[in-house]
């Protein structure tokens, strides 16, 4: 018998992987962001710069690993963006 027509008894472990792409005004700020989000997302997360867009990239074995990485992302993502943010002096 063939060794690769052989029933096995290892099932391949599925992968689920998102994407969120965040565009800001200018690629300094994109740097900015992606350098503040880096030593949290370090084992987590893959982020890459394309001109004024950050896009960070998560993998997961479950579904809810997955969507708690991403949300916990954002989240982080939402408070750097109003630090960036000019403060009002009124």
């Not at 060794?3 to 300094?28: D, F, G, H, V």
């Amino acid at each position: 018998m063939n060794p690769e027509l052989q029933p096995q008894n290892r099932q391949k472990k599925m992968m689920i992987s998102i994407t969120i792409k965040a565009e800001y005004e200018s690629r300094e700020e994109a740097e900015i962001m992606k350098r503040a989000l880096e030593p949290d997302n370090a084992s987590f997360v893959e982020s890459e710069i394309q001109g004024s867009e950050v896009r960070f990239t998560t993998e997961a074995d479950s579904i809810g690993t997955a969507l708690n990485t991403a949300d916990d992302l954002i989240f982080s993502e939402m408070v750097v963006e109003k630090m960036m943010k000019p403060c009002d002096t009124d």
